[in-house]
């Protein structure tokens, strides 16, 4: 590639767009790459348009802000109009935190560019070419929940419904890492499970519905395709892709980044090969060496000035991951911005004897130093541990709110109107209906349900289809219910019937209007999630519910998405914060990115590799801070720093 001169800079300042909030014109407002960026920064930053590009730099070292800077940069100095840069990155979140950063320094251009995941960039390209790819309209992502429900059901019908939950468990990992291993085209194939994949794929396909490894290879099929088209509107040419979280990318990922690139992008990287939170996705970590010999020119720029953390942090960091690190040589050592306390290491004998030092811990802060409880956060390995280490907490009398994706859609009181909001979106999702029909009350009985299923697979139609052109024999209440015992027992099909088609009514009538939405959803939710079973539990969640969709209403202004939509895009997104009193307990993976004062890692090692860590340095870590304490002559737990932590 060749390098270009830099063009005028006539478009710097010259859009006008919209305020993503309130919807008004914006003026038009002079905006360019931000001036306090360092030495290190500027240089990857005004590198020439057509340079491909690796920035290597260690946590807080203003990756991110390199990367909106570099995209600034391309805007204005080379006249690159924004919908010719592409951004991609990994997760949802860090779709939000670019998107923040760029809205605040350019908010006129910050709704043109592309942010996308890989997937949410598959998904458009399917989006466009959806009838190409076999697909019926109103196709719709199948979650992990759906995933799952539609696994247990193929599996149970393919080896037998006697398998322990163990040999289910294993065998439903089994089959995940099989499909992902799939997306690689020299990945060995096993018939047993080649078996299972494919009923499990005609079921998906059947409900019209994709799950995220068929987006990605969908997703593939088609940049392949067009990637040897001509250019044309629907084919279109980036000048520039951005990469965030690069240390995260697979192989897979990779081909897919050069075939959007179509040989005449520029790709510029960011990433941490220390970071790596998708390994277990198959993330590679030789990708940078890949890169650099499949494309021309490479630079690499490494960002070592960390602004996030004390030099203790980042000493003690370093330290942990020096042994095993990709990158970190003397030179690239990173230097925090501040001094503060010294972190203390904690060994403890098991993981009971851990949580007790969390709680009193925890009891220590927030009695004797006044710590308001939300400000401080337990971070863990594992999902498994959060759980466990939420309820030694409880048992502790620790308020906790548990950081996660999906929690509240994930709440027994909130399943079922989730399935009925998706459902509403795509009445051809079986899985969804039966799902409703299921839990928790039990509209159908299993018996009538596999007769259903059979009448529906005889005419071909959808299971509602079905259920609405009915027979007699469906139209029975359960057997099981008595309605004279029980005044709020399930309804029967025909008002269970009704009552969707009623909801589903009121949500369309005004998919804009977050009174519709929860109208609808009060409505369904006395059919199908029995608040006044459940007690109170119930009326908290739905409420949580309930305020969500108020506060992110007023944030739609696009038309083409539909408040239900954004409403369970959105819970994947932002979970409910920490109330007051409530300690936070989440995944390191699920923390990134939020803010917090106080921190206590759980188990970040517990097995240590190596000897210097795991030895010597752990245990002079710990000798330094009690010595630190005995010299300050309290006896306790050092003070939280001053300045909060993005984690
Ligand atoms: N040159 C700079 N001057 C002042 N603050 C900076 C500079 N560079 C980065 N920061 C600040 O450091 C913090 C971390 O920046 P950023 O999120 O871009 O880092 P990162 O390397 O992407 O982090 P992560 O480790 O989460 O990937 C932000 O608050 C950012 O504003």
Known sequence: MSEQDPGDASLAGGAIGYDLISGQALESKAWGIEEDLNDQQLRAVQLPVDANIQVIAGPGTGKTKTLVNRLLYILTEYNVPPEKVLVLTFTNRAIHIFRESLFKLAPAIAPQVEIHTFHSYCQSLISDHWEEVGLRPGWTVADDMDQEYILTEVIKETVGSHTTAREFRVLSNKLHTYKRSLLNKSA???SKLDEILTKYETRLAGCNMLDYDGILKL????AEKYSKAPESDKNKYFSALLIDEFQDANLFQWDLTCLIAKGSASITIVGDPDQSIFSFQGASSNLLDIMKKQLSD????VLTQNYRSSQEIVDAASAMI?????FLGDEQMPVGLFTGPKPIFKKSLDSTSETVWVANTIHHLTHKENVEPSSIAVLVRTNGRKDSVAAGLRQRGIEVAIYGPLSLLKSPYIRPLYSFLKFIQNFEQDIQLLYMLRNPNKILSPKQISE???FSRSRGLPLWEALQQNQLWLRQPTTRVNKSKKPHGP????QFISVINKSAD????????SESLVEGLQLVSQYLSWPTRYG???HVKQQELFDLITSIAPLLKDESTSLSSSLLAHTRLQDIAAKPGEVVVSTIHNAKGRLQHCLRRLGLRPRPRGSCFAGECWERRRNDSSAARGAAGSGAEPQPPEAPYRM
């Open 219 to 222: 997703g593939y099929r088609l």
């Open 536 to 538: 109170d539990k119930a």
């Open 322 to 326: 020096r042994e095993d690190s990709h």
């Open 491 to 494: 309804p029967d099909l025909d």
């Open 452 to 454: 259903a299923q059979s």
């Open 298 to 301: 490479v630079r690499t720029v």
């Open 188 to 190: 060995k194939r096993d």
């Open 506 to 513: 009121i949500i369309h009538s005004n998919v804009h209007d």
